[in-house]
């Protein structure tokens, strides 16, 4: 081999060494990798069932399984428009970079999927890719769905082809160069999606491993509680320490004792879990309101509990922005406590104090309880002004409650100041938002 | 699905069948007859369906029935038994308070949670329980007269 080729050869093998090393960088850990324990293949693993559906749905027909797979999964909740049939698609998801809209997931052969193989649905579910050959975005979270066994997709397959088809065609995404190009999912697919099935970890539980296959593979949680990297991808070296998405902070659901669930009793996840409430803790709303609704409440109290179990595992990740704890109830009068923004004390006055009392301790329910919730207590307000500006309706066994939304009664000066006053008076310390953060958290609510 | 629900109303046990996401109103207006409290907005934003539920003024449009299982409800049928309740009327009558009348029972209701709580407000008192009802005849400012006076016993 001549001189000049021995070089070739080193700077090829460097730039390979160069990249695989970049690839693994920032890649970081699977969702899974902090357990460290030895994992084995799932049909090798004789301790439990990690996977399907839970013992009482176990005899159910393949459609009835895929209903609460698909629910477990929480399909519905992005693949179908407020008001329009459910699994018809057209929720846009209002990205930095454009505006995507999810597509109909029907039967309906011309603008669903009822043209679908089941390899074809596999392709689409576990590895991003649609029947026609071209990438899904990592909006459809398949890097989640990918550890989902063959046998549990195909029955969310066989459920979704039970349901009615719906003629309805999604509109064109808007994204902006380059993210419309969709090839370039195949790089962004090869470096982030780990494509594989669950391996159950024999140092765990049995119930941790049905945990932890329902929260990766199925209720896909770090979709939205762990941050993502600068691929847009999840970064699990800070695994469920929390973030942003679609406008609302989906806060800490990792261990930590002050700023995650670490100080929460299983009864109370549990109860936040299915019932979307937990004392003390405040009231799901927003996505995690839809989420406790369409999916979590649907869940065999034995999955709850296994992840609680999971939950409970997760290592400890501490919110620096969060207080170390929440504050106490204000005073019963409106004229002890904080009284610094006079407007938003205002707004609060004639809106608010009726249903969530001037102390934060609800007259109505404890579901409309402010003291002791993230929400008052983040210094950022980003989920007081969003559910002002859009409200909530949550469904309980015993009835549902609601609160109306605020968004087209007040300006975003009006619902910054009552937002400030809120966290001021009912959090550890007053948020800071002015009329142009309202109106980019108006921008970035999913619709 | 309708469930047998049983509620401490104005001093009385009322059993009915309703469904548990009910509102409280619809119960009041729709099952048991008693229209003293009014339907105005439907969201908790006008105060015309003021109830009190043990003692505090709440908006009964928005809160379901199975929310005041075991809780006292006050409505402006009985408010008058109550001796904040009776002072507000009086001199709701002295004052002149009412043009047309619609959100009345909820300015009274407000203002006699209000004086029980607070027996001698002071205007941002006033302007803090108040805020959340409103009158399109505007009548504030002899609702706020009429408070006054019923704090101080003049009327």
Known sequence: ?447 | MHMATTLTINGETKSFDAPPEMPLLWVLRDILGMTGTKFGCGIAQCGACTVHVDGKAVRSCVLPVSAVANRTVTTIEHVGSTPAGAKVQKAWLEAEVIQCGYCQSGQIMAAAALLAATPNPDDSDIDAAMAGNICRCGTYVRIREAIKHAANGQS
């Not at chain 1, 983040?378 to 549902?400: E, F």
């Not at chain 1, 968004?407 to 310390?429: H, L, P, Q, S």
Request: proline residues 7%; charged residues 20%; glycine residues 10%.
């Open chain 1, 1 to 447: 081999m001549s001189g000049k080729m021995r070089i070739l050869g080193s700077l090829i093998v460097i730039a390979i060494v160069a990249v695989a090393l970049g690839v693994f960088i920032i890649r970081g850990p699977g969702p899974l990798d902090f357990a460290g324990g030895s994992k084995v293949a799932l049909a090798d693993y004789r301790a439990g069932k990690p996977t399907g559906v839970p013992a009482k749905l176990e005899k159910a027909s393949l459609v009835e399984r895929g209903e609460y797979l698909a629910k477990a999964a929480d399909c519905m909740v992005c693949h179908t428009r407020p008001g329009e049939k459910d699994y018809s698609g057209g929720l846009a998801f209002k990205l930095p970079f454009g505006t995507l809209y999810s597509t109909n997931i029907t039967p309906d052969k011309d603008t669903g999927i009822g043209n679908y193989s089941d390899q074809d649905f596999l392709n689409a579910v576990q590895h991003g890719k649609r029947r026609d050959g071209a990438r899904l975005y990592p909006a459809m979270p398949y890097t989640s769905y990918t550890f989902m066994t063959d046998e549990d997709v195909l029955a969310v397959k066989a459920y979704l082809f039970s349901q009615p088809a719906v003629r309805a065609k999604a509109p064109e995404n808007t994204l902006s160069f380059p993210f419309n190009q969709r090839w370039a999912m195949i790089v962004w697919s090869a470096v982030f999606n780990p494509d594989t099935r669950f391996a159950p970890d024999t140092s765990k539980s049995p119930e941790w491993n049905r945990g932890a296959y329902l929260a990766e593979a199925l209720a896909h949680c770090g979709e939205c509680h762990t941050p993502r990297n600068l691929g847009f991808a999840l970064d699990n070296r800070k695994k469920f320490a929390g973030a942003i998405t679609a406008g609302w902070r989906a806060f800490n659901i990792s261990s930590d004792k002050a700023t995650g669930l670490g100080n929460w009793s299983d009864q109370d996840l549990i109860s936040y879990l299915s019932l979307g409430h937990a004392p003390g803790h405040g009231s799901a709303s927003g996505p995690m309101g839809e989420a406790v609704d369409h999916s979590f409440s649907q869940f065999a109290p034995e999955d709850i509990t296994s992840i609680v179990a999971y939950l409970r595992s997760v290592p400890p990740q501490p919110s620096p922005d969060l207080p170390a704890t929440t504050a106490p109830v204000a005073p019963a009068s409106h004229g002890d406590g904080v009284t610094a923004d006079a407007r938003g004390k205002k707004v609060f006055a004639s809106a608010c104090a009726s249903c969530h009392g001037w102390s934060g301790e609800s007259p109505v329910s404890p579901m409309a309880t402010l003291t002791g919730t993230w929400a008052v207590n983040d210094p950022a307000a980003t989920n007081v002004a969003q559910i002002v500006i859009s409200g909530t309706k949550r469904h309980t066994p015993d009835g549902a409650l609601s609160m109306p939304a605020f968004g087209n009664a007040y300006t975003d000066d009006e619902i910054a100041a009552v937002a400030n006053y809120v966290t001021a008076r009912f959090g550890a310390k007053g948020s800071k938002l002015t009329a142009k953060d309202v109106a980019e958290l108006r921008e970035q609510t999913a619709e």
